[in-house]
C-alpha cells in the first residue's frame, strides 16, 4: 500500500514561489499516477495538478495553468509541485493522491501541507 508525506508548504507573499513536495512509500508507488488537490478554506477539495507515473503526460487546472509545474523523481519516489506567481486565493491546504489524473479512483491521499499566501 502507498503513503505519501506532504511537506513544503509555509506563508508567503502574494507573487511568490513555494515548491511542495510527496514522498510516496511503498513498493509500486513509482507505477502511480499523482495529483495534487487544493482545499480552500470552507471549499471542497479541488484538482489542481496531475502527472503519469512515467512523466510523459501532465494536466492542469485552468486557474493554475502558466504558475504552476507539476514534476516527478520516481528514483526518489518523490512528487513536486512548483507554485509560482502565488494569489491569495491560493491559500489553503494541499495534498498529493495517488490514482489517475483528474478523476482518480485514488487509493491513497496524503496528510496535506498548508499554504497562506499573503495579499
Known amino acids: 500500500q502507498v503513503q505519501l508525506v506532504e511537506s513544503g508548504g509555509g506563508l508567503v507573499q502574494a507573487g511568490g514561489s513555494l515548491r511542495l513536495s510527496c514522498a510516496a512509500s511503498?513498493?509500486?508507488?513509482?507505477?502511480?499516477?499523482m495529483n495534487w488537490f487544493h482545499q480552500a478554506p470552507g471549499k471542497e477539495r479541488a484538482f489542481v495538478a496531475g502527472?503519469?507515473?512515467?512523466?510523459?503526460?501532465?494536466d492542469y487546472a485552468d486557474s493554475v495553468k502558466g504558475r504552476f509545474a507539476i514534476s516527478r523523481d520516481n528514483a526518489k519516489n518523490t512528487v513536486y509541485l512548483r507554485m509560482n506567481s502565488l494569489k491569495p486565493e491560493d491559500t489553503g491546504v494541499y495534498y498529493c493522491a495517488a490514482g489517475e489524473i483528474r478523476t482518480g479512483p485514488f487509493g491513497a491521499w496524503g496528510q496535506g501541507t498548508q499554504v497562506t499566501v499573503s495579499s
Open positions: 511503498g513498493r509500486t508507488s513509482r507505477y502511480y499516477d
Open positions: 502527472i503519469r507515473w512515467n512523466g510523459d503526460s501532465t
